[in-house]
């Protein structure tokens, strides 16, 4: 089993919910970024080193966000993929912030990306755009556009870390959109109320109940963590 505990928030389960149920149709493309204003782990230490870290932002927080992607949208296969890495903060001797995750080393070992951004193609005919930073000039966001031939639906989960954030902000935000006729064609915007959880205690006893079982949980196992890995691969490969 493998911690990515994003799905196991309610609105996260409650949106997949939706998606099984047929609600938004086919999916057809996903918006999905997960980007930190200011967020570089551990400037100059083994968290930005290549040989050691095995790469930056996308092997870190970017894994989470491919995992939730094919949570929603039932496992795809890419089958091409246009991607471009950067890295334009971390190593710079004036790299600016209010705080950091971790201990600066100043970028003395910095050879890993802060940015990627991806378009791929999915052997299910679905398309998606993906971000992920570690550092960026522009508002911290983890959120998600999902469009389907029936409605969309949007989630937010933004949760910014307050070790490198003046201020904490936490959503927890599912919002559905469709078109409706009923007289008159209009569009209909729905606001989803779900109730906030603890996700890392939820992936604890899941974990727990899979060794007193002795069963594979279907939650976060070992093979959904390595097709997230080969799509990190794809998307590695394609940006050099």
């Known amino acids: 089993m493998v911690g990515y505990h994003h799905r196991y928030r309610n609105v996260c389960q409650v949106a997949k919910s939706y998606v099984e149920d047929g609600y938004l149709g086919k999916i057809t493309h996903v918006d999905a970024q997960f980007i930190r204003r200011r967020g570089v782990p551990g400037r100059g230490t083994w968290y930005t080193s290549q040989d050691i870290a ?14 939730l992607l094919y949570f929603w949208t039932d496992w795809p296969t890419i089958t091409d993929v246009m991607a471009t890495s950067r890295s334009d903060f971390g190593q710079h001797d004036d790299y600016s912030y209010l705080h950091m995750w971790g201990e600066d080393d100043q970028g003395k070992m910095y050879d890993v990306e802060d940015f990627v ?10 398309t998606a755009n993906i971000q992920v930073a570690w550092a960026a000039n522009m508002e911290s966001s ?26 904490v902000d936490q959503r927890n935000d599912l919002k559905l959109y469709e078109t409706r006729s009923g007289r008159r064609d209009h569009f209909v915007n ?27 949980p279907e939650m976060t196992n070992v093979e959904q963590a390595l097709d997230v890995q080969r799509a990190i691969d794809q998307i590695y490969q394609a940006s050099q």
């Open 142 to 167: 983890h959120s998600y556009r999902i469009q389907g031939t029936e409605a969309g639906m949007t989630v937010d989960i933004t949760n910014t870390l307050q070790e490198v954030e003046p201020k």
């Open 190 to 216: 729905s606001e989803v109320i779900v109730s906030s959880n603890d996700p890392y205690r939820d992936e604890l006893e899941t974990f727990l109940d899979a060794v007193r079982s002795d069963k594979r």
């Open 117 to 126: 951004t991806a378009f791929c193609e999915f052997d299910s005919g679905m």
């Open 54 to 67: 095995g790469g930056g932002a996308l092997i870190d927080v970017g894994a989470h966000l491919l995992n």
